[in-house]
């Protein structure tokens, strides 16, 4: 407006230097009128807003505290605080507070989630729901129904989540798409060039060891893994390690040494329940070993095609006798190597933390609408979207 009046004077006026000067003086002090007035106050608040780092209290948690140190503050170029010691600052000073639902972090209890309600006076602080369990292995520590109206957020395997954790994932090495063609074309490829490493196959008993290895803690599961292994066992021999068998494996190394010897990995899930696919997948995907999945996810959304065998598409028998051909033809069994040099896995538990705390991050700093869920249970404990065990699957 000013640089228009400024304009429409007669020439002679407008060249004049004292002119100039104070309609510049008008136009900058108006600039500035504006920008401490409606509306620019508002975007001055947002940007001031956006900058901030957003600070994370972990409401319950005493273990892991050195790994979530060294990860605050390391989210590309936002600023991310995490904090485990409740009473380090004012609960109403945290843009989001989590709570840690499952056994991972010890003890889990006493929750006392009623008191950061009753302290906790800050409108914009959203309450985060965080489990890596599926709902039914969770019914066993927590019940959810209890908790109408106090999350805002959730953090949990399923996609659907605001912020998912994704145990592991499987992305191309290079951007670009690969065609059906492709895939076959590399397939083809492994046929003729995949050598496997020898495994070392002769035990100590002169007698040659077994194919597939299993190793679970959980030997009573909502999926029934356990029958499905001890029906397959009747047809093909399965080292079992862990709490479920008496072979052990223990330490860092375990997985590596533990796989020189095996060809098949059964990666079966605890729970059938959609989107559930977690470490005992993705660590078997980044070795030397084909994985035999059992689970309730698509894996297709996961992995690709013909990595893996999906023990649900077959009965105990039929998957015995696969195996085996698969044993004995190298080229078959190198097949399902193909993707190895197209795909990188990543999967470490460290990974997992590290990317879902920075998603959480950059979500308080772009998503300021109010949601909160009413029933956690049909959102989340709804046992519908997990799979009951079906004795037809192996008999
Ligand atoms: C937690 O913070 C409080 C207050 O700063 C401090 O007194 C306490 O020692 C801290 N606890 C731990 C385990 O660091
Ligand atoms: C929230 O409570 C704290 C003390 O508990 C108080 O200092 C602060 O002013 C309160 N904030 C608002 C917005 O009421
Ligand atoms: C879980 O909590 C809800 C609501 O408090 C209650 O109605 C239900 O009986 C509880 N379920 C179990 C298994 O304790
Ligand atoms: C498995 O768990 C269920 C439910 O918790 C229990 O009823 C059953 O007895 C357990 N079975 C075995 C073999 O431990
Ligand atoms: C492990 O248990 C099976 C039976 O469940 C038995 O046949 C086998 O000899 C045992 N192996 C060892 C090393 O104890
Ligand atoms: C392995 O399988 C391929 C493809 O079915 C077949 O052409 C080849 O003859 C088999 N090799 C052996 C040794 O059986
Ligand atoms: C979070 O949920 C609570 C409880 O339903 C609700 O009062 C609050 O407004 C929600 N806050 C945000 C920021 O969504």
Sequence with gaps: MWLLLLMILPEHIRNRRSVKVAAFLVVVGTLVFWWYNFPFQKVHDYILQSKRGKSILLWN?????????QHSGSCGSIRCEIISNRSERPIESYDAIV?????????????ELAEFQSESNNTNQKFVFYTRKSP?????????????????????YRRDSDIPLLYGRIAPEELSFL?????????????????????????????????????????????????????????????????????TCDGPQCYDILLRNYKFYLSFEN?????????????????????VVYGGADYTRYAPTHSYIDARQFKPEELATYLKILDANDTLYGEYFWWKDHYRVTSSEENMW??????????????????????????????????PFDPKWIF
């Design 61 to 69: 948690s005493n273990e892991n505290e050195r790994f979530f140190r």
């Design 99 to 111: 709570v840690i639902f499952g056994d991972d972090f010890s003890p889990v209890d006493p929750m």
């Design 136 to 156: 039914q292995s969770l019914a066993s520590y927590h019940n959810v129904s209890e908790f109408t109206g106090v999350f805002n957020w959730t953090m949990t």
């Design 179 to 247: 065609s059906p063609e492709d895939v076959l074309r590399h397939i083809e490829r492994a046929r003729k060039t995949f050598r496997p490493r020898p495994k070392s196959r002769i035990s100590k008993l002169n007698k040659v060891s077994p194919i597939v290895a299993w190793m679970a803690s959980d030997c009573n599961t909502t999926s029934q893994r356990e029958l499905y292994v001890k029906e397959l066992k009747n047809y093909i021999e399965v080292d079992v390690y862990g709490e479920c068998g008496n072979l």
């Design 271 to 291: 729970s059938l329940c959609p989107d559930y696919v977690t470490d005992t997948f993705f660590t078997m995907m980044d070795r030397d070993v084909v994985p």
């Design 354 to 387: 590290h990317n879902s705390f920075c998603d959480l991050s950059q979500k308080l700093h772009r998503d300021f609408e109010s949601k909160s869920y009413q029933d956690l249970i049909s959102y989340w404990g709804d046992y519908n979207q997990c799979v």
